[in-house]
């Protein structure tokens, strides 16, 4: 299997290698009889066509109605199956089956009320009718709302209607549909009821708490890898000795860039004297003194009115901070290779200087972030002039 972009360059060397290979074993390949595809689809001139696309349309279908036939399997009267499935999305659907039935999230459109529970769900008012009115022993009956519909109208017993009298004006305000239908199980925060994969998203989106400094660390001027590093500190996820221990692990634990403490992340990061080097080095060159008492104080530095040009450098310079101090003491503990603390500065300026430089962000008139953008070597984009336009 070769994979190429669809360039004609790409193309004229995929040709090329067919011609050798046909060379070399005698196996020619017949361009009449063989297909190029891009993207599952062939490769045609022209404006494609539906016969070119069918293909592709009739494999997601099919893969589509796999799926949710396999999604049907896993539901018995309402409930997730114990037993394991072999399925990638499985675990996360199970988890979240019972959120989705909570009475606070969704509520029932009633059809034919085979699968309403009459007394416990919520399909008249905004609340189940035990819990209206006041009913605690009913959570035991499994009374189907079909049991009280006929010829498309409620009909109570009155031994109901006698000892709940507000009942039947309750009831009556649902509208039970004329023509058969099933019972519909419809979202609350959706304009249709249908949970959509945004609506989905959206409401999982709101169970987090919103970091200012979490989309900044994914800057395009900030290598992955290095951002990485930085975001798995901020979660606790970096694997050292504190976080092993806490996940089961016994160990004898110790800084590797000192020596004196504990292997933690905060210790690690901004009290280890190898660290409070690199801090004290990056407060002389931003000249602000610097003083954390927690990781989330190091993304406050950027909140300050800092020019766009100069941000960028504060942040790259920060990440680029915890990246090699996680480098070093890597480098110490699993290669045994001492890495000096000027070294390390040295590292981090050189790539706050590439970042620098390569950032489309611009300079304004400002003094302090002149002062710091020379300091990294970096040189100023001042922003674009704006259009002249000759007026006669």
């Not at 790409?10 to 993207?39: C, E, H, P, W």
Request: glycine share 4%; proline share 4%.
């Amino acid at each position: 299997m070769v994979y190429c972009t669809g360039r004609h360059s790409n193309l004229v060397a995929l040709k090329d290698i067919f011609t050798r290979y046909a060379l070399a074993s005698g196996q020619v390949v017949s361009a009449r009889k063989s297909t190029i595809y891009y993207g599952g689809v062939p490769i045609f001139k022209g404006r494609p066509k539906v016969a070119y696309l069918q293909p592709v349309a009739d494999k997601i279908k099919a893969k589509l109605a796999a799926w949710k036939a396999s999604l049907s399997r896993t539901f018995r009267a309402r409930k997730c199956i114990s037993h394991h499935i072999h399925s990638s999305l499985w675990s996360s659907v199970k988890a979240e089956h019972n959120v989705v039935l909570d009475n606070s999230h969704s509520h029932f459109i009633i059809g034919d009320g085979s699968s309403i529970s009459f007394w416990n769900d919520i399909w008249c008012g905004d609340q189940s009718l035990a819990q209206t009115l006041q009913i605690h022993d009913m959570h035991t009956v499994d009374t189907k709302g079909n049991d009280f519909i006929q010829n498309n109208h409620c009909h109570l017993p009155s031994e109901l209607e006698d000892n709940f009298p507000n009942l039947r004006q309750m009831v009556e305000q649902v509208t039970i549909p004329l023509e058969q239908k099933h019972d519909f199980l419809a979202w609350n925060n959706s304009d249709f009821g249908d949970l959509s994969l945004k609506q989905a998203y959206l409401f999982k989106d709101q169970q987090f708490p919103q970091l200012h400094w979490a989309k900044s660390i994914w800057c395009k001027d900030i290598p992955p890898s290095k951002s990485l590093v930085a975001w798995r500190l901020m979660h606790g996820k970096l694997p050292t000795d504190e976080n092993l221990m806490l996940r089961g692990c016994c160990m004898p634990s110790v800084c590797n860039l000192c020596f004196q403490e504990v292997d933690t992340s905060f210790y690690l990061f901004f009290q280890c004297s190898y660290a409070v080097k690199i801090w004290t080095w990056f407060s002389r060159t931003i000249n602000i003194n610097l003083h954390f008492n927690t990781m989330e104080d190091i993304w406050k530095l950027v909140d300050r009115n800092w020019q766009p040009q100069c941000k960028v450098v504060i942040f790259v310079a920060l990440v680029n901070i915890v990246s090699t101090i996680w480098f070093v003491r890597n480098q110490i503990r699993f290669q045994n290779k001492v890495f000096p603390c000027e070294n390390a500065i040295g590292r981090i300026s050189s790539c706050v200087f590439l970042s620098g430089n390569l950032t489309k962000s611009t300079y304004h008139s400002s003094t302090r972030d002149f002062s710091i953008l020379k300091n990294f070597k970096v040189t100023l984009h001042p922003p674009r002039a704006p259009s002249i336009k000759e007026v006669l």
